[in-house]
């Protein structure tokens, strides 16, 4: 018989249902095992890697409620963290070759700032070129490795992502909360919260309703349908998440940039650090 239940997540709570279902999946189990998998720091991508390896990854370009923001600090956490069957490695410093020597049996795995009904993804750029980025964009084109891009829906943005990339950058913006970013496409499978709970159980799953106050601001409802049992493995994987109470994301990083600090260099047009053109108030 088909049963129904409907649940909400915050937003944390959504980024680590997308965690657990990836960690459920056959494709992540198999490559964990046999080949090398190179995970780049997002909070989302980072509850991943502290469910599966038990490592945080360290946190860069964040929204905060004061803008578009980096960390303070430099911390000795990896951005860039490759799992190579049985080990961990900091890649910070050499990604570029790592990403090049990929094949097809590897994964790499990527958050996202933004998605479109169309499929695109898109990652916010506040550093020149791309930053750490910018290194890897050629490769996840060229070298036939499989890319998962974890997020959660609430970064679903209207219209489609490749009709800003001519008019967001960088450069040319005058005032910025934060960083000035523009935006660089990621090819990849996008995993929200519905893919995540399809990889958890054998439902159907729809997101009904968005919103939230306090501490659920941006929750989602969401309904599945399925067998009792495979209802009851989506169930009770939301009362584990639910349960789960750690920082997303290497705690050094986390605290969010103020005038001056360390990216203030590089960072464009921002209001706090007067590099803004117009609007002095």
């Known amino acids: 018989m088909i049963k129904v239940a409907q ?12 965690a657990y279902g990836v960690c459920n999946s056959e494709l992540f189990k198999d490559v964990l095992i046999n080949h090398r998998i190179l995970f780049k720091g997002s909070t989302t991508v980072s509850a991943l890697v502290q469910r599966a ?44 070759d790592i990403i090049k020597s990929f094949n097809s049996k590897d994964l790499f795995i990527t958050g996202a700032n933004a998605i479109d009904a ?39 943005i209207p ?11 960088r450069k040319g913006c005058d005032y910025a909360y934060g960083m000035a970013c523009g935006l660089a496409p990621i090819e990849g499978e ?22 939230g106050v306090g501490e659920a601001a941006g929750a989602s409802a969401i309904q599945i349908s399925g067998m009792v049992d495979e209802v009851e493995k989506v169930l009770s994987a939301v009362d584990e ?21 360390m990216g203030c ?3 464009l047009s921002c209001k706090f650090s007067k590099k803004n053109t117009i609007h002095s108030l």
Not at 190 to 211: C, N, P, Q, S, W
């Open 159 to 169: 219209g489609n992502i490749k009709a800003l990339y001519g008019s967001v950058h």
């Open 53 to 96: 390896l038990n490592v945080p990854l360290r946190i860069c370009g964040r929204i905060t409620k004061n803008g578009m923001k980096a960390n303070k600090y430099q911390s000795q956490g990896a951005h860039w963290l490759l799992w190579d069957k049985e080990s961990v490695e900091n890649v910070d410093e050499n990604v570029e």
């Open 118 to 156: 169309f499929g695109n993804a898109a990652l916010l750029i506040g550093s020149p070129g791309g930053g750490g980025y910018g290194k890897v964009l050629g490769a996840t084109y060229t070298e036939g490795f499989t890319t998962l891009i974890l997020t959660t829906s609430d970064k679903l």
């Open 241 to 261: 998440i639910r349960k789960e109470k750690e920082n997303l994301g290497e705690e050094v990083s986390l605290e969010e940039c103020s005038f001056p600090s």
């Open 265 to 267: 260099g590089h960072h």
């Open 190 to 211: 996008i995993i929200t919260e519905l893919e995540a709970v399809k990889l958890i159980a054998d439902v159907e799953a729809v997101i009904f309703a968005r919103g």
């Open 7 to 18: 649940f909400t997540l915050t937003a944390d709570e959504a980024k680590r249902l997308i």
